[in-house]
């Protein structure tokens, strides 16, 4: 048991020293404009790199990749019907649609979903 505390403190020494010396080596001492401008081939940029975007085509980028994510979790249930009990099966995935659509209704519900306002 006190090897394992040993090793264990030893490995959190060594990332934090890992990591205090990684903070310290990256500061940017010297700020040039230069570096803070976009690249465009050699020429001057035409606009500011820092151009603000919509943040309702954000969050509806953010929704669709959560119900991506959420699809492909639901797909490999269709392959694991042939060995699993039909009940747990049933539960899990109406459990797993019930959270999804809770989801979509409070996305619905708060106005996410609405382009235009």
Not at 99 to 115: K, N, R, T, V
Request: glycine share 4%.
């Amino acid at each position: 048991m006190f090897l394992i505390f040993i090793c264990t403190f030893i490995t959190f020494i060594l990332t934090s020293i890992i990591m205090v010396i990684a903070s310290i080596l990256s500061k940017k001492t010297i700020i040039d404009r230069e570096k803070s401008s976009p690249f465009e081939c050699g020429f001057d940029p035409k606009g500011s790199a820092r151009i603000p975007f919509s943040l309702r085509f954000f969050l509806i980028t953010v929704i669709f990749l959560i119900f991506d994510v959420e699809i492909t979790l639901l797909l490999p249930l269709i392959s694991v019907l042939d060995i699993s009990n039909i009940l747990f099966y049933s539960t899990t995935g109406l459990l797993f649609l019930m959270i999804l659509l809770f989801g979509l209704y409070f996305e619905w519900h708060s106005g996410a979903l609405e382009w235009s306002s």
